[in-house]
């Protein structure tokens, strides 16, 4: 990306990039559970995700990397594998419009996780927004229908968890650089995902090669691009851009695996889209008063 553009162009193109990359980790997550289960995809997913970011971390001053918070890391990447394995099971066994779907009603679980475990501040706005965000989530799943599967509670399973991770990384970021929380996550992700996946070992025979690799490298290309995007721009400009990763999917889905998207999935999910552009506007806003008020007065309360 040139120096030359803007901040904004530059932080929309990562993010623009950081979206591609997510989209095609679950096209190779879904490709790769055609001949493996996803406990094996997740850890080779880990594994070569480590090898992608040992290079980037290992730039930076080696004391910068200590930590005294161990003990936290292994608690917030056990609880980060449940969510991965969740989440790629839902990749590999739904349509994956629907699966996409219901990742992103993620930041509505954050959003009521922030006020409970962080004492945020949370005002009616934003409680509406995730009153509108359940209200996508019971659009797509359905759960009184005779259309209900019990593997779309997978999938909102993994949105719950990520939503905890998310307040855990929150936690850690109070004391440890980025650098720090990306490298200590992939050294306990990796062998804590190598156990489960051991009960169901085969060695990934030809194409299955690269579906497993491009997971990996694609995955955590994408969570690098992401963080570049939101050091450069703000949270309710980028958000909206992220939701190209749902017609990307959707259009695979139907050219490649013949999955068709009825209109529930597509209703719901753009209440839960919409939902999200909300809540990250008003984050946004709130970061926006906060650095103009906080040298003559205290934080308002977020809302």
């Known amino acids: 990306m040139s120096e030359a553009l803007p901040h904004p162009l530059r932080a929309a193109g990562f993010m623009l990039a950081s979206t591609l990359c997510f989209g095609v980790m679950a096209i190779a997550i879904r490709l790769a559970s055609h001949s493996l289960n996803t406990l094996e995809i997740a850890f080779f997913r880990n594994f070569f995700g480590l090898l992608t ?34 989440g790629f099971w839902a990749i590999g066994h739904l349509p994956l419009a629907q699966a996409i779907s219901l990742s992103y009603s993620s930041p509505v679980f954050v959003t009521i ?32 229908s005779h259309e209900f599967t019990g593997g779309t509670l997978i ?16 936690q850690l970021a109070r004391v440890d650089a980025a650098n720090t929380i990306v ?24 194409i299955a090669w690269v579906w497993v690799i491009g997971a990996g490298l694609f995955g955590t290309g994408g969570q690098v691009l992401w963080t570049h995007a939101l050091k450069l721009g703000e949270v309710s400009a980028l958000t909206p ?17 013949n999955e068709s998207v009825d209109v529930y999935t597509w209703v719901g999910a753009g209440i839960i889209l919409a939902a999200n552009a909300y809540i990250a506007h008003r984050e946004a806003v709130l ?14 309360p977020g809302e």
């Open 241 to 257: 851009i992220s939701f190209i990763q749902l017609p990307l999917v959707a259009l695979v889905g139907w050219l490649w695996f």
């Open 53 to 86: 970011v040992l290079p980037l971390v290992m730039r930076v001053d080696p004391a910068s990397l200590r930590t005294t918070q161990l003990p936290r890391y292994f608690v917030r990447c056990f609880i980060g594998i449940f969510s991965m394995l969740c």
């Open 287 to 300: 970061l926006r008063r906060h650095a103009t008020t906080a040298p003559v007065e205290a934080a308002k």
């Open 113 to 144: 996780l922030a006020a409970m475990m962080l004492g945020e501040h949370v005002r009616g706005r934003r409680w509406a927004a995730v009153a509108a965000g359940f209200i996508g989530v019971l659009v797509i799943v359905r759960p009184f």
């Open 155 to 170: 999938a909102l399973a993994a949105a719950v968890l990520s939503a905890v991770v998310a307040i855990q990384i929150k």
């Open 183 to 206: 490298l200590y996550t992939y050294l306990f992700w990796v062998p804590i995902s190598l156990v489960p996946a051991l009960f169901v070992w085969e060695w990934p025979q030809g």
